[in-house]
């Protein structure tokens, strides 16, 4: 048996059911294994990033591990940028590139590039193959390594001459994992003083990051809140880990979050961090959270902790079972909860701001509840807003969930991502997807199409900026050969909106290099070219018949939304007063 067979079956035993990738002759022996086997699909995108932003949005669907499968040179530093963003997000993902002949390695041979070398910063482990006898345990450690402890992702290196390679039945032996990934549970003092610091606490508050919702710890969370009246602040990746919908739920914190939420963090004499690792577009000075308090940080990743903002108390495993845990401990004192006394404390924070819908145009309703809009001529005849469509959206996917279907919004990055963020509840984990950390545009059409191949049961909503529409747009061609029924929501302001906000704020308004043009490409002739549904809204009652024909549509469907370029996220400013300012990058 050669190699690439064995490569092939390792992935089924590691329960891979569909790998993204672009072949290339370094890579055929790989993907011919592939192609003998009924059990295993592969998804040929348009672009090797659009690969691996494809997998990544089936490991942030699912919580396992998405695949890739590329040629050498160019198509494995296609998948960089996909990589630094699953390793910034904490996402599992296995990154499988071929590679020159090991005779040739380091002489600069056609299509040769150090993958091994360029990825080490932005992996969790990277493998170079030299023993086709080692390449089936390298696999399963590659898996281990990605969906363990901390999630991320790991690339495996594979020489053509290695893949192509006869073992036979022979293997090298029992191969040794790299290092243990994860920690042994805090000690039980340690657990029980956690639980002492929240019930002596009258304003105890919790920070749910991204680590809830990799770690499965959204129904021990809630348990806890409720169990002892503690109110929850998410950050942009943990949006999902609470329920929105409940009163409990306190908003977004962060520069472009919720003031209510900023206001708790700051009020808070115990705050409860649980995975989240505190980057500045939490709190530019995280010495501005909870500081008259404690804090009670809880991470998987011990390098996490004291990076940013000293902890009082660090307990240092899975969430899941340190929530868990501490309840336990909680319901051993004499005064669980103290939930009036709590109730009274945060009495000074407005709870309402996380649960209003921007006041702009209002959002049309449907027949789930009862209509207050202004006369349904009036509404229509209003410019289309960000605002509007975010609340449309919103309201959509809480309808479609109350039908008993789930939901998945995937957004792009720039003003698009924090409209939705704003502007919309999500009520179970893994329901928005986003490119938190790195800030990745491109990111969300083909992860969007990652998230529909995993999660054929959900309808999955891209919620796009015009200008990062375009980074991967190639990717409608995978959208339509596969007829996944996408639909697409293009929030086209010709430019790069975020850039601009940032140039009014800080430049004088001088929009250099962030112009882009409303009709290049026209979005709706793009998508018929494509075959795909395509349609354009400029006003209110044009995006309302656009959405109820885009629902209605069985296929894929792209909504080129009209709206201002002067439109800005409306919460900046407050944010920024609340948390200090921040200095933005180019994205």
């Not at 059911?17 to 592969?42: M, N, S």
């Not at 605002?387 to 969930?401: P, V």
């Not at 250099?512 to 043009?517: E, G, K, P, R, W």
Request: charge should be negative.
């Amino acid at each position: 048996m050669i190699a690439a067979r064995a490569f092939a079956s390792a992935l089924a035993r590691n329960g891979v059911r569909v790998v993204f990738g672009y072949p290339g002759a370094t890579a055929l022996a790989l993907f011919d294994a592939l192609g003998e086997r009924d059990d295993i699909r592969i998804v040929l995108t348009r672009h090797e990033q659009g690969a691996a932003f494809a997998a990544n949005g089936v490991a942030r669907a699912t919580g396992r591990a998405g695949t890739v499968l590329v040629t050498s040179g160019p198509g494995a530093t296609n998948t960089v940028t996909a990589i630094a963003d699953a390793y910034m997000d904490s996402i599992p993902l296995v990154v499988f590139t071929a590679q020159v002949a090991t005779a040739v390695i380091g002489s600069d041979a056609f299509q040769e590039t150090d993958i091994f070398g360029v990825t080490m910063p932005i992996t969790k482990h990277s493998f170079l193959v030299k023993d086709a006898r080692d390449l089936p345990f390298i696999i399963d450690e590659a898996y281990r390594l990605a969906t363990t402890g901390r999630p991320g992702p790991v690339l495996v290196d594979i020489p053509v001459d290695v893949a192509e390679a006869d073992i036979g039945d022979d293997t090298a032996g029992e191969y040794v994992p790299s290092r243990a990934v994860v920690p042994d549970a805090p000690a039980a003092a340690v657990l029980a003083r956690a639980a002492q610091m929240l019930t002596d606490a009258e304003r105890p508050l919790i920070l749910a990051g991204g680590g809830v919702i990799a770690s499965g710890a959204s129904d021990v969370l809630t348990q806890l809140a409720h169990a002892n009246g503690i109110p929850v602040v998410s950050t942009l990746m943990g949006r999902g880990a609470f329920n929105e919908d409940d009163p409990a739920w306190l908003g977004m914190a962060g520069m472009f979050g919720h003031a209510s939420a900023n206001a708790a963090l700051h009020a808070a004499d115990v705050l409860l961090a649980v995975g989240t690792r505190f980057a500045e577009r939490v709190a530019a000075d995280p010495t501005r959270l909870a500081p008259g308090g404690q804090l009670i940080h809880v991470d998987i990743d011990a390098a996490e902790v004291d990076k940013r903002r000293r902890a009082d108390l660090a307990l240092i495993g899975d969430a899941r079972a340190i929530l868990g845990a501490i309840q336990q401990h909680i319901q051993q004192l004499a005064a669980p909860g103290r939930s009036d006394a709590r109730a009274a404390g945060l009495s000074d924070v407005d709870r309402g701001t996380a649960h209003e819908t921007p006041a702009q145009t209002p959002a049309p309703t449907t027949s789930q509840g009862a209509d207050t809009r202004p006369a349904a001529e009036t509404v229509s005849a209003h410019m289309l807003t960000p605002e509007y469509i975010i609340a449309a959206l919103d309201r959509t996917c809480r309808e479609t969930e109350l039908l008993g279907r789930p939901t998945i919004r995937v957004t792009e990055v720039g003003q698009n991502q924090m409209w939705t963020a704003v502007g919309s509840r999500f009520r179970t984990p893994r329901s928005l997807l986003t490119s938190g950390g790195l800030a990745a545009m491109g990111f969300g059409l083909p992860a969007a199409t990652g998230a529909a191949i995993a999660r054929p049961d959900a309808l999955v909503v891209n919620i796009s900026g015009d200008g990062s529409f375009q980074m991967n747009l190639q990717e409608l061609a995978t959208v339509a050969g596969l007829m996944i029924p996408l639909k697409v929501f293009i929030l086209n302001n010709a430019g790069l909106g975020l850039v601009r906000q940032w140039q009014d704020a800080r430049f004088g308004g001088r929009h250099v290099a962030s112009d882009l043009a409303p009709d290049l490409p026209d979005i709706v002739a793009l998508a018929h070219a494509y075959g795909l549904v395509g349609m354009r809204a400029a006003t209110c009652g044009q995006f309302d018949t656009a959405l109820i024909a885009a629902l209605a549509t069985p296929g894929p469907a792209i909504v080129d939304c009209r709206i201002s370029p002067d439109a800005h996220v409306s919460s900046v400013e407050q944010s920024r007063r609340q948390m200090g300012d921040v200095t933005e990058g180019s994205r």
